[in-house]
């Protein structure tokens, strides 16, 4: 009788052989660092701004919401294949920002296309050059936590507006304080908050619990040890309530989906959406979709950082293939890269099964999908969204003087009142720059003439501890 293997007993729900010859056929940037779980769960860790946007530009503005969810599914998967992280797909804010809040004259589908392509062209230009390359290496981190800081925090004031009031995306504006007890009330988003601390806890518990054990090891553990994924089950919980609030969705859903067309760009158009949104949007994409989200990846994927490049031309290249056709603008954002980290997203398959969903969605329901988001539950939106802001704040926690966490302050508080990152950015560097200066020791040189002294090289010479 032969002795049974040590594969057959170390992988009781799948025997080594098997689970080499399936991991063989896909890529590595979508093999599991966890469990398929913890992956499904951050596939939704950015729906929290990816939805509410999408549901004012569809209202508001009349975007195809077919064509933007087959097109972002397609971009969800290269992503995920090309960088292996749960690299997100979020909209341009500033530019649905000025789309939707401009209520006298609304940004019309082709000038919101021509902001987006204008934006992305420009991005494109930094990353081919190698000057986004050359700016990530020269900016300080103090400045970049800054910007972190001041985009978390403001999504998660964003994402408690949203579970204290009822909202109207069409307007932008709050209503009327939620009700305790409703379908969408603050009870509801208050177990779900409850839920996910119970479930996910700090949120990082995941990630360094893996990282300690060996590969085989890991694989006994995932396959002892159920792991659930909590946003996952927040977000279908949501769905399941879409249907309960309005039960007539279902006569009006349509199967198919929507006619894809060129879009007709007028000279006007391109002017009108470079002067009202692509100028305000191109220092947020500069800031925040590239340098924020490559120091990002840095510290949660040490081993897979992004280059910034790579980010400025991937941003470039899904903007003017998408926005032609009527896709809304996108970027890759550093929120949405913390939303789907605190939730379990740890590789490519993260975000490739957010796209497979997406693409199914666009395909089978086309714009009819508007009816379904429509009713969504958008305390449950706030919620997700807040998580995702909290996890995106405290990337800013690893400050090591009193004079970067200044800078890092003012950067952020800056950013949120001046409602401008462009704006906290430069008086960040500003700052970092006088206090620099500061630690600069002034002395007589030859013939009267000044030279600069660091304080800390003279005590050097000294022998002295600066």
Known sequence: METPSEDSTTTPLLPQRWHNRLTSFYPTSFRLKTSIWSELGGSVGDLGTYIPIVIALTLVNHLSLSTTLIFTSLYNILTGLLFGIPMPVQPMKSIAAVAISESQTHLTVPQIMAAGILTAS????????????????????PV?????????????????????????FSTGKSNLPRPWLSLDGLL????????????????EESSS???????????????????IPAALVVFLLGLILCFVRDPSIVKDLKFGPSKISLVKIS????????????????????????I???????????????????????????????????AMPVCHGAGGLAG???????????????????LVLGLVFGNSFMRIL?????????????????????ASRDMNSKEESFVMLVCAAVSLTGSSAALGFGCGIILFLVLKLREMDFSSGFLGGGFIKSKSSDAAETGLNP
């Open 122 to 141: 420009f991005l494109l230009f930094l990353g081919a050059t190698g000057l986004m390359s050359f700016c990530y290496r020269f900016i300080p981190l």
């Open 144 to 168: 970049v936590r800054g910007v972190q800081l001041s985009q978390g925090l403001s999504f998660a004031f964003s994402a408690i507006k949203y579970i204290r009031y009822d909202q109207n």
């Open 188 to 203: 509801l988003a208050f177990s779900a908050i409850l839920f996910i601390v119970l479930v996910t806890g700090s949120g």
């Open 209 to 227: 619990s893996c990282s300690s054990l060996p590969e085989s090891s890991d694989r006994v553990r995932r396959a002892k040890k159920f792991h």
């Open 267 to 290: 000279w006007d158009d391109w002017k009108i959406g470079f002067v009202r949104a692509a100028i305000p949007q191109i220092p947020l994409s500069v800031l925040n979709s590239v």
């Open 292 to 326: 924020a989200v490559c120091k990002l990846s840095g510290d949660l994927f040490p081993e897979r950082e992004a280059s910034p490049m790579t980010v400025s031309v991937s941003v470039g290249v899904m903007n003017l293939v998408g926005c032609w056709f009527g």
């Open 340 to 358: 789907q980290y605190r939730f379990g997203g740890r590789s490519g398959a993260s975000v490739l099964f957010l796209g497979l969903g997406k």
């Open 374 to 394: 429509g009713e969504f539950p958008i305390g449950i939106l706030g919620v997700l969204l807040l998580f995702s802001g909290i996890e995106l704040a405290m």
